[in-house]
T-cell receptor, first 116, second 113 residues
């Protein structure tokens, strides 16, 4: 089974631009979560999607948005980029949000976004 | 609000020495507990998890962790570390009434030859 795939691997943008990141979950996984990772801050939860619906949202401004398609693929969009948005953005998938022994997140390698 | 604390941001340790990485969380309400490891330029991989049952859980690569409900802790241990254990370690908690996994800030483990 292919793992979680994130594209692109690296991105360089300038302030004020917008960016779209893509995540393809493991086949059969319906839940996709997004995290922002910065040095010293660890992983900050952005949002989670399940069956095309946003189930949870972290404490990020409205410039950060996402969506999930019927095939479970997810995109994350950041508008009006700021220098502080430079980070590694990680996507994680799981089979379901229902609690159980399969409780586990499968992570992609991330998209490294640099805002200049 | 739910939070996860990893008090040690960096832990240097000599090869073959024991190590403990500490994790505390904010509430003793029903939780699932996880440790993830991130090697350089990679995503996170699950080391071990506690869902229920025995409070001592064993994971991959010789790591183990103990759930202490009264102290709201889930410390990670390894009796003898190897150079290949050099990585970032993240503790994560999922409160069962709240479908969001909260990660700690991470501990950078450096194994010194």
């Amino acid at each position: 089974k292919a793992g979680v795939t994130q594209t692109p691997r690296y991105l360089i943008k300038t302030r004020g631009q917008q960016v779209t990141l893509s995540c393809s979950p493991i086949s059969g996984h319906r839940s996709v979560s997004w995290y922002q990772q910065t040095p010293g801050q660890g992983l900050q939860f952005l949002f989670e999607y399940f069956s095309e619906t946003q189930r949870n949202k972290g404490n990020f401004p409205g410039r950060f948005s996402g969506r999930q398609f019927s095939n479970s693929r997810s995109e994350m969009n950041v508008s009006t980029l700021e220098l502080g948005d430079s980070a590694l953005y990680l996507c994680a998938s799981s089979p379901t949000i229902i609690q159980g022994n399969d409780e586990k997140l499968f992570f992609g390698s991330g998209t490294q976004l640099s805002v200049l | 609000a739910q939070s996860v604390t990893q008090l040690d941001s960096q832990v240097p340790v000599f090869e073959e020495a024991p190590v403990e990485l500490r994790c505390n969380y904010s509430s003793s309400v029903s939780v699932y507990l996880f440790w993830y490891v991130q090697y350089p330029n990679q995503g996170l991989q699950l080391l071990l998890k506690y869902l229920s049952g025995s409070t001592l859980v064993k994971g991959i690569n010789g790591f183990e962790a103990e759930f202490n409900k009264s102290q709201t802790s889930f410390h990670l241990r390894k009796p003898s570390v190897h150079i290949s254990d050099t990585a970032e370690y993240f503790c994560a908690v999922k409160w069962t009434s709240y479908d969001k996994v909260i990660f700690g800030p991470g501990t950078s483990l450096s194994v010194i030859p």
